[in-house]
């Protein structure tokens, strides 16, 4: 619910399809998208909204440990290091997942190179971006309002974003 719905991909697409500038509303940068809907899910454990449920817990840890390994197979069919019915084997070892489940992720990373690993590189971008912005701008920085910015352009490569957000607040941007 976190990563898909609110806040992440629906509130995300939601406010950026509203975007005062007409091409940001229809432009898709993968890594800033699931970057986002990852980091959300990491956003909300670290604030505690699932402390008094360790099921929950148990979930998103899962879900950044299944994230991790199909970076793995992600890489390793694009390399031909894997055949898809030997990332759906791993990944129905590994992760556990069910074959039919299994089959369908190897075929369809097989067919979007790079898709698992957006996810990573966007939030680790994600997180670089508002330690960044931290930094820069000290005790004028608001988590709130930075957020509203993630969110409102989370289609917009996070690059883009950070230098964007340090330059509307008078701070260097990342060079």
Request: charged share 25%; aromatic share 12%; no cysteine.
């Amino acid at each position: 619910m976190v990563h898909e719905g609110v806040p992440g991909h629906f509130f995300q697409l939601t406010l950026g399809w509203r975007h005062p500038n007409r091409l940001r509303r229809h432009y898709y940068d993968s890594g800033a998208n699931e970057g986002t809907g990852f980091y959300a899910e990491e956003m909300m454990l670290q604030a505690g909204l699932f402390d008094d449920s360790p099921k929950t817990r148990e979930m998103i840890y899962n879900f950044a440990r299944l994230r991790a390994l199909r970076v793995e197979v992600d890489v390793k069919l694009a390399l031909g290091e894997f055949t898809i019915e030997e990332a759906a084997a791993y990944l129905e070892r590994t992760v556990p997942m069910d074959r039919a489940t299994a089959e369908e992720e190897a075929v369809f990373f097989a067919a979007q190179p790079g898709q698992a690993i957006s996810y990573q590189i966007g939030k680790t971008q994600t997180l670089e971006f508002l330690a960044n912005a931290r930094r820069a701008l000290g005790d004028r920085f608001e988590l709130r309002h930075f957020h509203d910015f993630l969110w409102l352009n989370g289609n917009v490569p996070i690059a883009v974003q950070q230098d964007e957000y340090l330059a509307l607040h008078g701070a260097k941007g990342s060079e």
